[in-house]
């Protein structure tokens, strides 16, 4: 691989990790407000241990693994590494029900945000969408229920049922997160010790890298250039957690820049999932266009609503 399409690749990788992940972020640091300086040093120098080499580092082989059985555990880890022509074939042929899970899972996650979600409006249809909650259901439902016809009528049994693996990791995730909302209001009112909170921030983290994860294979199957991409996102987001997670706040839309992007992912995965040829610079590329258009679009904000509170002597 050519060392630009390389280096887009784990950039892009990178900064879908950080924005993904930026609630994450913004529960750990409420939650580490509230605990000692002992335990907030070890959740800030182990937990980066746990997040980038044991989460992120080990579900990328894991999804490897359940989309390419054959190989076997051993094989999944040398294939992972290695160059043969032949293995990235084989991968990249058995992939097709990895990448309709995986383009299910995200499509959802973008529709549960778009018509459940609490939001600042980026976009003109948000808000209509957004009073539409109750029809967030009959729209998953009819997708779903789509996608697995169209898998059908190709006569492929592998991806029907890829199709609804993907349908139930979203809803047992999302069910996970919505319980792990209610804790986090427990760990923010007292009466948890800090042990709690620091289970309760690894776990969340965990559920929080699958997004991560199953996105980087719209990307790339280069499980090195996950690795890399994914880990570097994911310590620069702890170190944003640190230092600058309340001006990060104030870019408001940057989780519409993430949800967009995550559309995008679900589409490129389930295209390819059908055997449709997507250029490997499209995901990198929308993701830096999506995420920049809503960065941008924050601060213009941001500068509107910081000038309208500028004393008047300063405006002169």
């Known amino acids: 691989m050519e060392i630009l399409p390389l280096i887009l690749i784990v950039f892009g990788l990178a900064l879908f990790e950080i924005i993904t992940s930026i609630d994450n972020a913004i ?59 032949e293995i990235a074939k084989t991968i990249k042929e058995s ?58 009528s190709r006569g492929e049994p592998l991806l029907q049922f890829g199709a609804v693996t993907g349908s139930t990791a979203f809803f047992i995730i999302h069910g996970f997160r919505q319980y792990a909302e209610e804790q986090e209001k427990k760990l923010l009112a007292g009466g948890m010790s800090d042990f709690s ?23 790339t199957f280069a499980i090195p250039l996950i690795l890399v991409g994914n880990g570097v996102g994911a310590i ?5 957690t640190i230092r600058n997670i309340e001006r990060i706040k104030k870019y408001k839309y940057l989780k519409n820049g993430a949800m ?33 258009y809503f960065f941008w679009k924050s601060r213009i904000d941001r500068k509107t609503i910081e000038g309208a509170f500028e004393p008047a002597a300063e405006k002169k």
């Open 27 to 85: 529960i750990n640091a409420e939650v580490l407000a509230s605990m000692g300086q002992k335990a907030r040093k070890w959740f800030l120098t182990w937990g980066i241990f746990f997040a980038v080499f044991l989460m992120r580092g080990l579900l990328p082989f894991l999804i490897l693994f359940a989309a390419v059985p054959e190989l076997g555990p051993v094989g999944t880890l040398t294939a992972a590494f290695s160059n043969d022509p």
């Open 95 to 152: 992939s097709h029900v990895l990448l309709i899970a995986g383009g299910v899972f995200l499509v959802f996650l973008f529709f549960h945000w778009l018509f459940l979600e609490p939001k600042n409006f980026g976009l003109q249809g948000e808000r209509f969408f957004n009073k539409q909650g109750a029809w967030f259901y009959a729209v998953v439902s009819i997708l779903l229920t789509g996608i697995v016809w169209f898998a059908f």
């Open 197 to 219: 909170k620091i289970a309760y921030l690894e776990v969340l983290d965990a559920s929080f890298s699958i997004d991560g994860v199953i996105g980087a294979f719209a990307f």
């Open 236 to 240: 620069v987001l702890r170190q944003l």
């Open 260 to 292: 967009y992007s995550i559309l995008v992912l679900g589409v490129v995965m389930l295209l390819h999932s059908f055997g449709v040829e997507v250029p490997e610079w499209l995901s990198p590329v929308a993701t830096f266009g999506t995420v920049g």
